[in-house]
Nanobody
Framework: QVRLAESGGGTVQAGCSLRLSCVAS????????LGWFRQAPWKEREFVIV????????YYSDSVKGRFTISRDNAKNLGYLQMNNLKPEDTAVYYC????????????????????WGQGTQVTVSS
């Protein structure tokens, strides 16, 4: 069982940047594929970006490609979502998720493929 907790959300203006963090409770975090998903009001949860446990394979949603990046610091059990040039349509609750252990990633990524979830952090982008 891996517990995840996100932080770093907030309210920013369009064009600004935010970095979300995801801390895992277990040192086995490095074995898990890491994903970021988001859910806007009245919409289904959608994938944003996912990366395999090795970091060799990463998939980006078309809507964030070129603006968002994912990274991880396995020594600290941390994952990150760097969001640049934010747009009002990026407004949502953002969730980190883990798949595994030894989780591969496939395309298109689906939320039901991920085993563990954080509680979410709100990101609001004003125009």
């Amino acid at each position: 069982q891996v517990r995840l907790a996100e932080s770093g959300g907030g309210t920013v203006q369009a064009g600004c940047s935010l970095r979300l963090s995801c801390v895992a409770s277990d040192a086995s975090f490095y074995k898990y594929a890491l994903g970021w998903f988001r859910q806007a009001p009245w919409k289904e949860r959608e994938f944003v970006i996912v990366t395999s446990w090795t970091g060799d394979t990463t998939y980006y949603s078309d809507s964030v490609k070129g603006r968002f990046t994912i990274s991880r610091d396995n020594a600290k059990n941390l994952g990150y979502l760097q969001m640049n040039n934010l747009k009002p349509e990026d407004t949502a609750v953002y969730y980190c998720a883990a798949k595994g252990p030894w989780g591969a990633v496939s395309t298109p990524p689906r939320a039901d493929q991920y085993d563990f979830w954080g509680q979410g952090t709100q990101v609001t982008v004003s125009s």
